[in-house]
């Protein structure tokens, strides 16, 4: 089992849809409706901050991008730091559970390319994912904040390379933690290459391609040659949710 490490203490919201079921009274569609408005609200913000940043994403652009009044948007946030919040805490659910959405199987170093093409999966697809890790990154939570997605995903290669190097896996001398190291700067290379050059819908591929150079430099000969084998990357799922070896 992958040793996901905790988030800092946040309000760890459901995310839509995963909510309580709604009761049918008057009180319970008002309720209802709160909580449309307030998705409504986040998934605006979520786009804002993910296209400008924290720093350039305004107030007026969201307002304008979630079509709501300006009185509900300040009734559900009182703040941009505050919907930077609810944001952030959107994408460290979810952090936790693409590693467990993709950690199925034995092997170690197999889990941890899943897992890193999983992430990959994920900041391209889910837009409230990539604007929380923008405001993350920009320091909008502050610099306890700032280094949290790059500690957690630290975390999870270690422990993975770590049991890998156990299993006899890596080559020799190659160092668990440096290369979960150079695992979290390799990934934050090609999103940033990737976005710089409008080319989010390619960025599972190029971490794909980026991990299957990566793996004929420290992966065991004799595992390397079972992954070739099997279909190499080709064996990675495709999509968040459908976990490896054909479930979902």
């Avoid at 150079?182 to 409008?198: D, E, F, I, N, Q």
């Amino acid at each position: 089992m992958v040793q996901v490490p905790e988030s800092p203490a946040s309000s760890r919201p459901a995310l839509p849809g995963r909510g309580s079921p709604v009761v049918r009274t008057r009180a319970g569609s008002r309720q209802a409706r709160a909580l449309a408005t307030r998705e409504t609200i986040l998934d605006a913000a979520a786009h804002e901050f993910a296209a400008e940043g924290y720093h350039a994403a305004s107030l007026s652009g969201i307002l304008a991008r979630s079509g709501v009044t300006k009185g509900a948007m300040y009734f559900h946030f009182a703040s941009k730091e505050a919907m930077a919040r609810a944001v952030a805490d959107v994408m460290k659910a979810r952090l936790p559970e693409v590693v467990g959405e993709w950690s199925a199987g034995d092997d170690p170093l197999t889990i941890a390319v899943h897992v890193a093409v999983g992430y990959a999966a994920l900041l391209r697809d889910e837009v409230a994912c990539r604007a929380g890790l923008r405001v993350v990154n920009d320091g909008a939570l502050g610099p306890d904040q700032a280094r949290w997605p790059a500690d957690f995903w630290e975390a999870v290669h270690v422990d993975l390379l770590g049991r890998a190097r156990d299993a006899g896996s890596l080559r020799p001398g190659i160092d668990p933690v440096e290369l979960a190291r150079l695992v979290v700067a390799l990934g934050t290379g090609v999103r940033a290459v990737c976005l710089a050059a409008g080319e989010l819908a390619a960025l599972r591929e190029r971490t794909a391609a980026s991990w299957t150079v990566l793996l004929h430099g420290v992966a065991e000969p004799s595992w390397l040659a079972r992954w070739d084998a099997a279909g190499g990357m080709a064996t990675v799922p495709g999509d968040p949710g459908q976990r490896p070896g054909g479930g979902t």
